[in-house]
Nanobody, 110 residues
C-alpha cells in the first residue's frame, strides 16, 4: 500500500527527490517517516513528520534533507548528497498499523 520511487545514482553534491505513494490510507493524518539502510548497517531513521506537521531529522541530514507530504504522498527532498547517504530508503506510516514501502535504492558516487 506504499510505493516508494525516485531513487537512483547521483554524484556527490547532487540532489534527488524520493516519493512514496499511498493507496488506501491518508498519510497526512498519521506520523510518517523515511528510513534508510546502508550495506552492513542497521536501518536508521532519516526524517519524520508528525500528524501535526512537525518535522524532525537525523543530525547527519539536517539542513540537507526535507520531508513533506500531501494527502497520499510523502516526499523526501535530498540535496548536497554525500556518499554516506547511500542506501535503501524506506517510507513508513504509523497508521492503524505500521505500513512500509518496498524501498528505493539511492547511490551517491564520490
Amino acid at each position: 500500500q506504499l510505493q516508494a520511487y525516485g531513487g537512483g545514482l547521483v554524484q556527490a553534491g547532487g540532489s534527488l527527490r524520493l516519493s512514496c505513494a499511498a493507496s488506501g490510507i491518508i498519510v497526512s493524518v498519521y506520523p510518517t517517516h523515511w528510513y534508510r539502510q546502508a550495506p552492513g548497517k542497521q536501518r536508521e531513521l532519516v526524517a519524520g513528520i508528525t500528524s501535526g506537521g512537525t518535522t524532525n531529522y537525523a543530525d547527519s541530514v539536517k539542513g540537507r534533507f526535507t520531508i513533506s507530504r500531501g494527502a497520499k504522498t510523502v516526499y523526501l527532498q535530498m540535496n548536497s548528497l554525500k556518499p554516506e547517504d547511500t542506501g535503501v530508503y524506506y517510507c513508513n506510516v504509523n497508521g492503524v498499523r505500521d505500513y512500509w514501502g518496498q524501498g528505493t535504492q539511492v547511490t551517491v558516487s564520490s
